[in-house]
């Protein structure tokens, strides 16, 4: 029965083809699931130029027009081929997305066209499917301008071509397949950065998630975010969340900022704006700080505010120690905690007698704010370190 429906497809015989679908009511079916013996019917009608025959087919399967032979190529590559008009036109108004199919050698029907001369085909198919010529412009552009910057380049609401790409079912701008060629290209053909945001802080993944969520799902959605998934595409909300990587860099900042905010303080401290006095007169004595005569309420301010940031800086640098460094049954290990702490806790009280040395006797108030401050701190940090011993005291 396949041969005979083979044979009048050959000879565009429209008599044996109503004959042999009323004897099987599923010979066409046949094609489409892969079980037919023989070679697609409507691919032979179409290399021999039975425009009738190949329409009447399209009329009863159009489905037909979809199907691929052994070599990945469909009906509207021969018909592009052979430069057959009238059966580009059927096959392109019932399956336009046809226009990208590539077959094994990697080309479309609009290569194939263009390789063979057929400007009339080629015209049809651009006609029918713009969007098959503008990504083939795109693989082109991409291929002669290999320049990262251009890749990356964004318009004015701030999306690149990937973001592009993913909104463009939202408009239904191509067919779901085409939708999935684009990305796909995007994504292979250039090293684009696919976790950039647009100008509202949306990512690729982003946008295809809000694109989804309002329309029908359609089986290549599940490939499309597969395929975003599978090249490292993000949403906004997952970069959101620290690794155990990003939070030892963030602990490595922090350390290294309180540190030098720390040294800074110390060093204003103990040596205050406008330097100390260098000699013993009347009104003023040696090694006190000139601001705290020149300006009494200035200095306060100054040494207040100095004092906070000096003692912040200490308490962040004693947390990062006593987080980062784990305490294990072995006693070694409470041995640099305890260390630190001391060393920290002996520091504020440096600082402290310093002030206590350059303030004048008329600044008591400051220097008793100061004191206080710094035996409040001490207990705070008294109260860390309990916590660490505790810790330690019950991993063993």
């Known amino acids: 029965m396949e041969e005979l429906l083979c044979d009048a497809a050959m000879r565009g015989d429209l008599e044996p083809l109503h004959e042999i679908i009323a004897k099987d009511n599923y010979i066409l079916d046949k094609v489409l699931v892969g079980s037919f013996k023989g070679k697609n019917p409507l691919h032979v009608a179409t290399s021999t130029g039975r425009a009738e025959f190949v329409l009447k087919l399209l009329e009863i399967k159009p489905k037909l027009a979809k199907v691929l032979d052994t070599e990945l190529g469909a009906a509207l590559h021969i018909a592009s081929a052979n430069g057959d008009i009238k059966i580009v036109e059927a096959l392109v108004e019932l399956s336009p997305e046809m226009c990208m199919a590539r077959n094994q050698d990697g080309n479309n029907p609009l290569h194939i066209a263009a390789m063979e001369g057929k400007v009339h085909v080629l015209k049809k198919l651009v006609e029918t499917f713009p969007l098959a010529a503008q990504l083939e412009c795109l693989r082109l552009l991409l291929e002669i301008i290999r320049d990262p910057e251009f890749v990356q380049s964004k318009d004015a609401n701030g999306n690149s071509m990937l973001h592009v790409a993913v909104f463009s079912k939202r408009f239904e701008v191509c067919p779901y397949s085409n939708y999935f060629i684009i990305v796909e290209h995007v994504l292979n053909s250039t090293r684009i950065d696919m976790d950039a945001p647009n100008g509202a802080g949306w990512t690729a993944m982003d946008i295809y998630f809000f694109v989804r969520n309002r ?27 620290f690794t155990s990587q990003s939070q030892e860099k963030l602990m490595q900042t922090v350390m290294v900022v309180s540190s030098l905010f720390a040294t800074m303080a110390f060093h204003v401290g103990v040596n205050p704006p406008g330097g100390v006095w260098q000699d013993n007169f009347k009104g003023h004595i040696a090694g006190k700080a000139m601001l705290a005569y020149e300006y009494p309420n200035s200095y306060a301010c100054f040494m207040f505010f100095n004092t906070v940031g000096f003692l912040l800086s200490l308490f962040l640098i004693l947390s990062i120690l006593a987080t980062a460094v784990p305490v294990t049954r072995n006693p070694r290990g409470l041995l640099l905690p305890v260390i630190s702490w001391l060393t920290i806790m002996t520091t504020a009280f440096t600082y402290t007698y310093s002030i206590v040395v350059v303030s004048p006797k008329h600044m008591m108030a400051v220097t008793n704010t100061i004191l206080v401050s710094v035996i409040v701190w001490a207990f705070v940090m008294i109260l860390l370190a309990v916590e660490v011993v505790a810790a330690f005291s019950l991993s063993r």
């Open 215 to 241: 329309s029908y799902r359609h089986e290549v959605d599940v490939r499309i975010e597969k395929f975003l998934r599978t090249a490292g595409a993000r949403r906004r909300r997952e970069m959101l969340v």
